[in-house]
């Protein structure tokens, strides 16, 4: 057996729930993840990356089955030049490309909505990913393929835990200003992490990109406070909530996955 995760760096190695998935895994399972920073539904085909992806999916002798989870919105979002896509025709026109080229593969898609971003109001997570997560279950639909709608579960997830808890989940810990606000339930603009690839220009405020958020550059991610990306225990928690999606909604995997211990 062998799963592959595609994505950004939500998803990544580093910076994304793609190692805590993958150590959840039994050892017989082969787990790849090609996920790569900053990259979008668009931009991660454009760059070769996807190119990559099928060549390793001709490569079937050696798995009973392959199935690819995908994952994309963060930066197909407003003000991401090179990177963003139209919500109403791009987006779901490339997730479906996704899907289509997978099962031409022989291997089994499955679509994941948007890691959620751990910034508060009030006391409340800001869901800006929502209108991206609904373009991925429409598709999901439409295509008859598994959605796994980690937008709402980690929602959920972070609205329960809070912002000082969720502020724990990041690269690096929060600084003083941002762990003070949190105790009062709301996010200030994290200090900008320094880029690691600077070949795509990062957004700007007037993007609608919500301001909270960090414009991610292409390349795996600082490893600075964010309210975006994830460290090992972030890692951890969302790569296990996958997991237990992914047993949910392909019932066949529930022996490659190990028993939630959490």
Known sequence: MRIILVGDSTVAVKSGWGPGFCADVVPDVTCLDMAKGGRSSSSY???????QVLEQLKNKSNFKDTYVLIQFGHNDQPGKPGRSTDLATEFPANMRRYVQDVKAAGAKPVLVTPLTRRSFQNGKVKDDLGPW?????????????????????????????????????????????????????????????????????AGNSGSGVPPNSVVERKGAAAPAFDYTHLGPKGSAFFGRMVANELMKAVPDLRPYIKPDVL
């Open 45 to 51: 085909r454009a760059e070769g990356s996807w190119a």
């Open 133 to 201: 997560a609904a373009a991925t279950k429409k598709v999901g639909t439409e295509e008859d393929v598994p959605v796994l709608d980690l937008n709402a579960d980690s929602i959920a997830a972070v609205n329960k835990m809070g912002p000082v808890e969720a502020n724990t989940l990041a690269m690096a810990p929060p600084p003083p200003a941002v762990a003070e606000a949190a105790v009062n339930g709301n996010s200030i603009p994290a200090p900008k992490a320094p880029a690691t690839e600077t070949n795509t220009p």
